[in-house]
């Protein structure tokens, strides 16, 4: 399968196109300063995979990668458990460095981290690109959520799956 993910914020265009990678991870590494939280080198090596994939990533992928490098690297210890990883998941994703897709198990980096958006991502079933539309006002539904229904929103991603405008 081939999940592209592009971030949609004033025009298409691709993720890795628009962040420097390193940029991101200074900046992150300044977030988590602030506000007194560690970083710590796990946390930061599965930052970077998702920064740098091309694809959304599964935690099963990100445990693959991880194990990959160790091995390619002489690392003593190879082994990666899965509830590792999903801790660095949480992390992130409390944070704001990433959003999660449940629908198809798999992380991807947030185009605008730290803001506190709700994150909307298009999802085509035809070639499983992503896109994120973070520039979409849904203002009227959190609104709902919180002032109507007393609903506490702790995080919030909208997934649409359709078919793409390359596809059609």
């Given at each position: 399968?081939n999940?592209?993910h592009?971030?949609?914020?004033?025009h298409h265009?691709n993720?890795?196109?628009?962040?420097n990678?390193?940029?991101?991870?200074q900046?992150?590494?300044a977030?988590?300063?602030a506000?007194?939280?560690?970083?710590?080198?796990?946390?930061?090596?599965?930052?970077?995979?998702?920064?740098?994939?091309?694809?959304?990533?599964?935690a099963?992928?990100?445990?693959?990668?991880?194990?990959?490098?160790?091995?390619?690297?002489?690392?003593?210890?190879?082994?990666?458990?899965?509830p590792?990883?999903?801790?660095?998941?949480?992390?992130?994703?409390?944070?704001g460095?990433?959003?999660?897709?449940?629908?198809?198990?798999?992380?991807?980096?947030?185009?605008h981290?730290?803001?506190?958006?709700?994150?909307?991502?298009?999802?085509?079933?035809k070639?499983?690109?992503?896109?994120?539309?973070?520039?979409?006002?849904?203002?009227?539904?959190?609104?709902?959520?919180?002032?109507?229904?007393?609903?506490?929103i702790?995080?919030a991603?909208?997934?649409?799956?359709?078919?793409?405008?390359?596809?059609?």
């Amino acid at each position: 399968m081939n999940h592209n993910h592009a971030c949609h914020c004033d025009h298409h265009h691709n993720v890795h196109q628009h962040h420097n990678i390193a940029e991101r991870m200074q900046d992150a590494k300044a977030h988590c300063e602030a506000r007194g939280v560690r970083f710590t080198p796990l946390r930061e090596e599965v930052y970077n995979l998702i920064l740098e994939a091309k694809k959304p990533l599964g935690a099963y992928d990100l445990i693959s990668a991880l194990q990959s490098s160790r091995h390619s690297s002489g690392a003593k210890n190879k082994n990666i458990a899965p509830p590792t990883i999903y801790r660095s998941l949480e992390f992130l994703l409390n944070e704001g460095l990433i959003h999660q897709l449940s629908s198809m198990n798999a992380y991807v980096p947030c185009c605008h981290p730290r803001s506190q958006h709700v994150a909307a991502f298009l999802i085509c079933q035809k070639c499983d690109s992503v896109e994120e539309c973070s520039n979409v006002p849904v203002d009227g539904i959190t609104e709902f959520a919180k002032n109507d229904a007393g609903f506490e929103i702790e995080r919030a991603v909208i997934e649409l799956k359709g078919v793409c405008r390359a596809c059609r």
